[in-house]
DNA sequence: GCGGCTAGCCTGTATATACAGGTGGGGCGG
DNA sequence: CCGCCCCACCTGTATATACAGGCTAGCCGC
């Protein structure tokens, strides 16, 4: 069964090609939450590959918290929840998409402030100082995941509100002109005042996990930021980059 | 050349061999940040292995953002490896006396109990296996501040439940048996349920942090845990090893 | 001396093949 | 009818091999 070898340039590379479809797939609600995974040797027969390449399109997704596989049983989608790691600033965008859902951000506010007491410390400048802000509501498939207040230092990032934020995303602007090297990340549970709660859509009652966070580059502060998260749904995970933790279900869910 | 195809079983996975060596020298300072790490061709040299298996372990390595790689020019150790040392594992107890308050301990369960699924699942044990349960309240200066739900894997710390909690917190007799060498948090935002409702003292839709906690000692889950804390007045706080920021106030919250 | 070409090293991708070990179902014997 | 065993299917790991394409140092000719 010699053929196509070589993907010929240009195209996709094989294994990326696989991994696409699984993702589209998911994207459009075909595999759901549970759903069992094409199993490598059908893979191999439907794209005309190698088991190693089917295996290494599904053990890259199973990385990417995509996909969960156990030998001897199949490969099937992981459940859904928000996995913020908290050893990593995240793009949540970049979430979204690994988990083959569609990414929309609402803009609900940009511009230039001058910055009250909190914000002067919390950026390490002074009281007044112009800074930029925004005010943006992430959506997961049209569902409202997290609403982001950010305040950006000026003088690192002077370019921030210039950029269109649909063709990069601020964290990809940031990333590039002020490369992260320290975070600070607080995490609270909240009730969430009205304006959060109409954003996310929330009940009154409904709990919420509010981050915040600030970054540096080199000495400077570069964003500090509010995050707030609908409840129980989401998690933050954080663990120790040594061990290997396998996920398990929280104890007292029903797995 | 051909050699030990398999890795004999029991042992760990050549892969996984050549990654931990890796790992090793990046720790002992042997290699450091922007080093150049072996080639693959070195390490099928080095390790007997094929080019595959090299290729497999350097680019699990790359994924976790440990190595750079780019084709042409070789395999490099990442810049910052921004090293997290994120949300300790402290004990509460310790933290109240820093704060220069009082620190007692209700509790209000201790004993052997059958794991079912879920616990089973967290400590990496049979289900129905014997494992040793803890509910305590913890208290600052009399008030309720944390429940923490406790199950302790009793293969690694068969002595915890005939320890005295009054004269050695439970946390310092695990550090002293199983030193932790790895742990998992996971936090979320809930509504608690009545009971933690009623042992932290709180109005029905008060939220609370919720903390899923494991611990690892070497290869063995040593402890999993139901941390609640009453909401907004608690914070976790992460931040990364390398910054040092100073305390500010939370953007919103009043200074 | 300088520019271009080539040989050699490196990663990236892909194939065919092999054995291991987990899981579950169906068939056979008691 | 029930239990046990074996087989079919699945993933996990590993090997040997191949061709592609990026990059560099060094040689060779002008």
Redesign the pocket.
Known sequence: ???????T?GEA????RIKEQILAEIAEGKLQPGDR?S????LVAAF??????A??A??EL?FEGVLK???????FVSPKHLDVDLLQIRNIADEILERGHKHKAAIVAVGLMKADANVADALELTLGAEVMHSLIVHMENDQPIQVEERYVNPLVAPDYLSTDFHSMTPHEYLTKVAPITAFEHIVQAVKPDTAVRKYLGLKNDYPCLRVFRRTWSGEAVVTCALLYYPGAQYRLEARSTKGPPKPVAILGEKK
Do not use: F
Request: net charge positive; no cysteine; charged share 25%.
């Open positions: 069964m010699t053929k196509a070898v070589k993907p340039a590379r094989h294994y990326i995974v199993s490598e040797s059908e005309g590959v190698s088991r190693m390449t295996n290494r599904l053990r199973m596989r156990s030998a001897g049983i199949g490969t």
